[in-house]
């Protein structure tokens, strides 16, 4: 605690305490922020690839110009069993829509 002499309160030692404790955290704090801001670099960094400094660049592929055809689809021969239990399903079914 701040030494008081004989005629000083012990609650104005107090506050004078505080308040060098104050003025001096507010000092070290603006100091700090200060130092921060002229170490900071000027510039922001640049972007670094995930894989490493100086790796090559992977190329895009050419794409085609013009339209998209989606392929044909290949339709699988379907088993006599299979084909037997559709028909049994479509002359079961109470709608209009037959089962895939």
Request: aromatic content about 4%; proline content about 9%.
């Amino acid at each position: 605690m701040y030494s008081r002499t004989k005629s000083t309160p012990r609650r104005r030692a107090r506050i004078r305490t505080r308040r060098i404790v104050i003025a001096s955290s507010a000092v070290i704090a603006l100091t700090v922020s200060a130092m921060s801001a002229i170490a900071a670099p000027d510039e922001p960094a640049k972007p670094v690839s995930a894989w490493g400094k100086g790796g090559e660049k992977a190329e895009m592929p050419p794409a085609k110009v013009g339209t998209t055809k989606a392929p044909k689809t290949v339709r699988e021969k379907v088993s006599e069993q299979l084909a037997r239990w559709r028909a049994a399903q479509e002359d079961l079914s109470p709608t209009d829509i037959a089962p895939l």
